[in-house]
């Protein structure tokens, strides 16, 4: 699968779990695709739609292939707080326990890298 392909791959979106909303914000929905497996990883496409929410995180790197957010990283679990604006070409590296809050202002799609085992 190429790049331009990938923009193309269909996704059905589901609301965010009600463990995931935050505060008041528009809840988004989010859909994703396993692609394959490389080594010991999954790679998969996931899409978010405006709104905002907030996720435990897994390990994952992945780069944003369009649209346009960000990612907080909370103070939680031994990680500092950070915060990192997603674009087009942003690559980003998530680390097991992280709690974070996503803020998106144009639907959001990335290619994703995860250890198999994680969901």
């Known amino acids: 699968m190429d790049h331009t ?23 988004a929905t989010t ?7 490389l080594g010991n990883c999954s790679i998969g496409i996931w899409e978010m739609s405006t709104g905002s929410m907030t996720d435990l995180e897994e390990d994952e790197y992945f780069v ?4 346009h957010g ?24 998530l680390h097991a326990g992280m709690r974070t809050v996503w803020q998106v202002e144009q639907t959001l799609r990335k290619i994703y890298l995860t250890p198999e085992s994680a969901p």
């Open 5 to 27: 392909e990938s923009q193309r791959v269909e996704l059905e979106h589901a609301p965010i779990t009600s463990d995931q909303q935050f505060n008041d914000a528009r809840a």
């Open 31 to 37: 859909g994703y695709a396993e692609i394959g497996t």
């Open 64 to 67: 944003v292939l369009s649209g």
């Open 70 to 93: 960000s990612v907080q990283v909370l103070e939680a679990n031994g990680f500092s707080e950070q915060t990192q604006q997603l674009v087009a070409g942003s690559l980003v590296r």
